[in-house]
């Protein structure tokens, strides 16, 4: 016979007076969570009591009721209800739902305190979001939203943000196939569609890092931190109609810029107009360039200026600034530390007294006509002018120059601006704007994987900066300039054929670099050289041979040989050039030569292009070259294991990874080691049997977290490399 089911009875629910109530000491909840008491008073005060309390009879001691009532569950409701009674908002005799519970029930209080606390299933996070979408459409602001639900308004934002996610890519988050962090990456850019094929291109990727997601989704945008963001301003930048980026889950530096073509605009147009007022001080020429190139100013003579006299308000404020100053030094003298406050205020005045000192120079009427002024902009997106370089050929001519045809021509000079567009404006000074050639990237449909031969525009870069440490490094080595000057003399003496090719131009002719990475004058070796010449120009008395004469004669010898080495240091040529087999440029034999020279000269002043502050970035190296040289660098530097982890990335995610991992690691492209060391370290590195170094995962290689996440935590090398 069947057994009939169980009819299910629940607990009659009555209103009771709140001053009937009290808390049972049954209730499970202990520890505070959640929202505070005060705010859930506040949301009852608002819409009332959503659910109704569970209580049980208070029995005497003879099991009689007393007419008070316990409450196992629903403690905190009844902790903000008695708050409100408190604060006069409600009246203590208010009822309040219940649902009453049988006493002698065989179900303990506890048991219903704590299952109403574990069945209860918290809403997923997508919901809420899409409940303040709704909220939003049906009128609420989110000043509003936020206010109702205890939460800043910036919570509102971010809650919207994540709901306007493209709807698959919620469905995923809503199915755990994505994370909350990923999910949030995607809110950097609204293109629905944009946000899907970046998905489609990771979801079977080791890398699926939300970084990596948003490198993706602002890959063709510009930083309002980059310079020339900073230049224009995001402010005329969107007023002409460009759009940005946010991301409101992390800082983003002000965001990005969406359209990069109308940032250049933007850019040469404002250069241009600030070109042009410039142009109204007279000057012959004025060249305009992003980037000016190291040695911009060679072979040009810059005219002496005087500093513009300040005005009666600008000296009273300078004497003012200066007086304020001095008092604080003699309220402190004698103390080793100022206090935080003060030190602080003296910082400010050095930097107003330096604006107010800081003059502009005032040139001769006459020069200006000749002479003419680079625009450009510094690293941190200000704008730079460096008036007064007079070219070759604007010089002064005397009549038996004339005469005789001579006139005077700047190579380099001409470089800059041969393939400029020329704009003459009204009172004739022409505006150059000198493009920065590019060279071409290699795509990674064109990448075999072979270890092919370096670009070669990529080794003038390379040999360019190596030149440069070079020139750094004899010119603080007397004793080695003066060898080198010895051995290019006696091949030039002693020699019966060509001596073309070799390393030191003793001419001097200052060669220059026409292949270079746009912020090698900014390199620290470059830094060191421009400013021994700079103390060096400033003690000579040019333009006087007589007196220029004397100078030297009256030098000690280590002044002589330091000023020597100086001067000798900018024949330095190491530069990797381009063979030309008809006769002009420098030959296959004179190309060997000059690079072996280089090599013995590097090894004398015992270089190091990582001293020198050479780095392998993706600007200087592993973007310019193919996957299987940037899996040889880090192979080389961090094995053979590492190098596997990053063999499936693409080209641009394995340079960024690369870039990371060989920084500090001292490693150096072939072109860039000292032959001597690599020849010391392959013998160290072979042992007597002949075996090669091990090449397995290091255990102290700190890897993204991407490649290591799903690795067991003692077996993660040994896995990876395997």
Avoid at 248 to 263: K, R, S, V
Avoid at 393 to 404: G, K, N
Avoid at 549 to 568: G, I, K, N, P
Wanted: hydrophobic share 40%; glycine share 8%.
């Amino acid at each position: 016979m069947a057994k009939s089911a169980q009819k299910v009875t629940l607990s009659p629910s009555r209103d009771i007076p709140i001053d009937k109530l009290m808390l049972s000491q049954s209730n499970v909840r202990r520890i505070k969570a959640g929202i505070s008491i005060e705010e859930l008073a506040e949301d009852i005060a608002r819409r009332g009591l959503l659910q109704s309390l569970s209580v049980r009879p208070v029995l005497a001691d003879d099991g009689s009721e007393t007419g008070k009532f316990e409450i196992p569950a629903g403690g905190r409701r009844f902790q903000a209800l008695s708050l409100l009674v408190k604060q006069k908002r409600l009246a203590k005799t208010t009822p309040i739902p219940c649902i009453v519970r049988d006493a002698t029930s065989a179900i303990l209080a506890e048991d219903d305190s704590l299952a109403e606390n574990m069945q209860r299933a918290a809403l997923h996070p997508l919901d809420q979001f899409r409940a303040f979408v709704a909220l939003r459409e049906k009128g609420q602001g989110d000043e509003e939203i936020a206010a109702a639900f205890f939460v800043t308004p910036q919570v509102v934002k971010q809650r919207l943000k994540l709901a306007a996610v493209a709807p698959a890519l919620l469905e995923l988050y809503a199915e755990d196939e994505m994370t909350l962090e990923q999910l949030m990456a995607f809110t950097v850019n609204p293109d629905h569609e944009r946000q899907i094929q970046v998905w489609e291109a990771i979801k079977s990727s080791w890398n699926k890092e939300p970084y990596q997601i948003r490198r993706m989704l602002t890959e063709t945008s510009v930083r309002a931190s980059d310079r020339r963001a900073v230049f224009v301003g995001v402010e005329a930048y969107e007023a002409a109609g460009g759009t940005m980026l946010h991301d409101l889950f992390q800082g983003d530096d002000g965001g990005w810029l969406e359209d990069p073509a109308l940032l250049d605009r933007l850019v040469s147009e404002k250069l241009q107009a600030e070109a042009e007022a410039i142009a109204t001080e007279g000057w012959k020429w004025i060249e305009v360039s992003l980037d000016l190139p190291y040695g911009y100013s060679h072979g040009l003579r810059r005219l002496n200026g005087n500093p513009a006299p300040m005005s009666d308000d600008e000296g009273a404020a300078h004497a003012k600034l200066l007086a304020e100053y001095r008092a604080f030094e003699e309220e402190y003298e004698g103390q080793d530390e100022f206090p935080e406050e003060t030190d602080a205020r003296l910082g400010e005045l050095e930097v107003a007294m330096e604006k107010l000192e800081r003059r502009p120079l005032i040139f001769d009427a006459e020069e200006i006509a000749r002479a003419g002024a680079f625009v450009t902009l510094d690293r941190s997106g200000e704008l730079s002018v460096y008036r007064g370089f007079v070219r070759p050929e604007d010089e002064p001519r005397t009549e038996a120059d004339v005469h005789s045809g001579e006139q005077a021509a700047d190579r380099q000079g001409a470089e800059l601006s041969a393939t400029s567009n020329v704009d003459g404006i009204g009172h004739g000074t022409v505006i150059t704007s000198a493009g920065q050639a590019l060279g071409a990237g290699l795509s990674d449909e064109e990448d075999d994987g072979a270890l092919k031969p370096l670009p070669e525009r990529l080794v003038m870069e390379l040999t360019a900066y190596r030149t440069l440490a070079l020139r750094e490094a004899v010119g603080r080595s007397p004793d080695i300039a003066l060898t080198l000057l010895l051995l290019k003399l006696v091949n030039d003496t002693f020699r019966m054929s060509s001596a073309s090719g070799g390393c030191c131009e003793a001419s001097v002719r200052h060669v220059y670099m026409s292949a270079q990475a746009s912020d090698l004058k900014d390199s620290v070796v470059a830094k060191l050289v421009d400013d021994r010449h700079a103390e060096w120009e400033a003690d000579l008395p040019l333009g006087d041979d007589a007196a220029l004469w004397e100078y030297l004669t009256s030098l000690d010898q280590v002044s002589r040989l330091s000023l020597l080495a100086h001067c000798l240091s900018f024949g330095i040529n190491a530069l990797h050039e381009k063979v030309n087999p008809y006769g002009a440029g420098i030959s296959a034999s004179g190309l060997t030569r000059r690079m072996a020279q280089a090599d013995l000269l590097a090894q004398a002043v015992d270089l190091d292009m990582v001293e020198a502050g050479w780095e392998p970035t993706a600007d200087t190296y592993l973007n310019r070259v193919p996957k299987a040289r940037i899996l040889e660098a880090v192979r080389e530097a961090k094995g053979e294991g590492t190098a596997q982890l990053l063999d499936h990335l693409k080209k641009a995610e394995m340079a960024t990874e690369a870039e990371r991992l060989l920084k500090g690691s001292g490693w150096l492209p072939e072109v860039l080691r000292r032959h001597d060391l690599a020849a010391l370290e392959g013998e160290e590195g072979q042992g007597a049997s002949g075996d090669v170094p091990d090449t397995e995962l290091s255990e102290d290689v700190d890897l993204p977290a991407f490649l290591t996440a799903d690795l067991p935590g003692d077996d993660a090398s040994m896995m990876a490399a395997e």
